[in-house]
């Protein structure tokens, strides 16, 4: 992975965007294609690594290791690993993750409109 500048323009931008723009921070924290829908499936239980691929067939191993690592590092899930042999690792939402799941649910709910026809986007 590259270097980031960070007295670069863009990233004084992104860090002035970030600290006025509450939905500039939220999409920082959990933007991305994977990441609402990782957080989606937290939503209703704590889950192992293997149902959230199941889950989540089209993800590859790699996006959904480097999302659930992003979304811990942001505070957003927890991962508790268990001492045993297999190892036995959980991830679930943390209390900020779970701050988010009217948003998740707007979301959700808002999707379901859509496809129902409900609301017309022409």
Not at 3 to 14: G, H, L, V
Not at 55 to 67: C, D, F, G, N, R
Request: proline share 6%.
């Amino acid at each position: 992975m590259t270097a980031i500048k960070e007295t670069s323009t863009i990233q004084e931008n992104k860090q002035y965007a970030l600290e006025k723009c509450p939905v500039t921070f939220v999409m920082e924290k959990m933007g991305g294609y994977w990441k609402p829908i990782i957080l989606y499936h937290l939503s209703t239980g704590d889950k192992r690594y293997s149902e959230l691929k199941r889950a989540i067939p089209t993800v590859t191993e790699k996006m959904l290791i480097q999302h659930l690592k992003q979304l811990e590092a942001d505070g957003l899930v927890i991962r508790e690993a268990r001492p045993v042999v297999p190892p036995f690792v959980t991830y679930r939402l943390s209390d900020a993750g779970k701050g988010l799941l009217p948003v998740i649910q707007a979301m959700a709910d808002w999707a379901f409109k859509v496809k129902d026809g409900v609301y017309n986007l022409q």
